[in-house]
């Protein structure tokens, strides 16, 4: 027995150090997952204990960054002939000392720009716009992955037009300021993923109309835009099942992936003061992400509450004493536990009332209750990779049996129309 013991203690500080080296990083890279963070620059040299703090979360927790601000053509461009690099610089080398990704934010948006970028008439405007984006896209070539190339370009009232206030690209130049900074970047960078960014898009609406139409468009057209970044700053809702949360942003999310393009999550914050509902909010924008394959990026825009450029609205997963707090234990348990969501096509969303897919708890299968008027329902299941784990045809008197699933054990979540029926399922 004497001779055990070494070992068992052994074991101890094993499973103690396992458990030291949990992280959303480490979960992440197995999913292949670039789940990031904007940082805080003037921590990144900083010495005071805060900095200390934020950088040690940043790199292990994080395997991608963006600059908050540093690469604003505010804090870059002081003049035509005056760029400064060394702010973002420190964060570009701090992520490769980390062997970290870094996301671009942003070459061509209505603020926080560079004086002399937004002054002229169009032609004066296009050529400022081609030289900011070849200066800034070329001193990082090979270095960012993806890049805003446009930020923001539709109203604040969400009411789908262009954005006109204060915004000189679209007034001075006209809405092809969007398609010309694209190729500009795609001929700076042609290795990196170019991204239209907008918020309030999340959901469906004109806003997000406006925006799919735009990129549209412009694939139609031939111009280079890879992905469409969603910044989700939005506050919890109360009850994200009854809220119909998941569908809603899977539905709105789904049908830009349909265009071809890429998706990503990219500045992610949520306002609550119930730590509990927040966790739960997380929680879905993070299975919504991971739900779809085009979607490997989600950015949550800042470390701790206090630094927060909403902070009144404690959006973040650590408080203001860099403490993680329960959103950031329900983005780890969905990083450690890939689970399903079951998501049903359209033919079943057709189907009436009567025809709702019905679980059916004591045997655990799901069935379509009256497939009499309308045709079968196609069900699908993916994993939290986004790779599909089953797509079944659903008819009437023959039900799944959702313990034949063995690969996906956990939650289901299935959605008919705004119906989202949870099914918890023995693992
Ligand atoms: C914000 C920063 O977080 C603040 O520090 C700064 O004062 C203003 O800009 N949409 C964007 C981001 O694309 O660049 C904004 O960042 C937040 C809204």
């Not at 934020?54 to 002939?81: D, P």
């Not at 001075?172 to 010309?180: C, L, M, N, T």
């Amino acid at each position: 027995m004497r001779l055990l013991k070494p070992f068992y203690l052994l074991l101890v500080c094993f499973i103690i150090t396992a458990d030291a080296q949990e992280s959303l990083r480490k979960y992440a890279d197995s999913l292949g997952l670039n789940i990031g963070v904007a940082i805080r620059e003037s921590y990144i040299t900083g010495t005071g204990s805060s900095a200390t703090t934020h950088n040690n979360i940043v790199k292990t927790e994080f395997n991608t960054v963006v600059c908050e601000n540093a690469m604003k053509s505010q804090n870059l461009a002081y003049s035509k002939t005056t760029y400064n690099f060394s702010t973002a610089d420190n964060v570009v080398d701090f992520a490769i000392a980390n062997k970290m990704k870094i996301r671009g934010h942003t070459l061509v948006w209505y603020r926080q720009n560079a004086q002399w970028l937004i002054s002229g008439d169009r032609e004066m405007l296009l050529a400022n716009m081609k030289y900011h984006i070849e200066k800034v896209m070329g001193h990082y070539r090979g270095k960012i992955y993806q890049w805003d190339v446009v930020n923001e370009p539709f109203d604040e009232a969400g009411s789908g037009k262009f954005r006109t206030d204060n915004n000189p690209w679209q007034t001075v130049i006209g809405e092809d300021y969007i398609d010309s900074a694209f190729v500009y970047a795609h001929a700076a960078d042609p290795g990196c993923k170019l991204y239209i960014n907008e918020f309030g898009t999340t959901f469906p609406g004109p806003k997000s109309e406006a925006l799919y139409d735009k990129v549209k468009e412009m694939l139609d057209n031939g111009i280079p835009v890879h992905g469409v970044g969603f910044q989700c700053h939005e506050g919890a809702v109360e009850d994200t099942v009854a809220a119909g949360l998941y569908a809603g942003i899977k539905y709105n999310f789904n049908r830009f992936a349909e265009l071809g393009l890429d998706l990503a999550v990219t500045e992610l914050d949520i306002q609550s003061s119930d730590p509990k509902a927040q966790a739960d909010n997380y929680r879905v924008y993070l299975q919504v992400a991971l739900s779809f394959p085009q979607c490997r990026t989600f950015v949550i825009w800042g470390v701790s509450d206090k630094d927060s450029w909403r902070s009144s609205g404690t959006p973040l997963i650590y408080d203001g004493n860099f403490k993680p707090k329960p959103a950031y234990d329900a983005l780890l348990a969905v990083l450690k536990d890939p689970t399903p969501v079951v998501l049903v096509d359209r033919r079943a969303r057709r189907l009436t009332k009567a025809g709702y897919l019905v679980y059916d708890r004591a045997n655990n299968t799901v069935r379509v209750n009256d497939p009499s008027s309308n045709g079968p329902a196609i069900m699908e299941m993916f994993d939290l990779r986004g790779a599909r784990i089953a797509k079944v045809t659903l008819r009437a008197n023959n039900p799944l049996p959702l313990s034949s699933m063995k690969t996906a054990p956990g939650t289901a979540l299935i959605r008919v129309k705004d119906e989202v029926v949870r099914i918890a399922r023995d693992k």
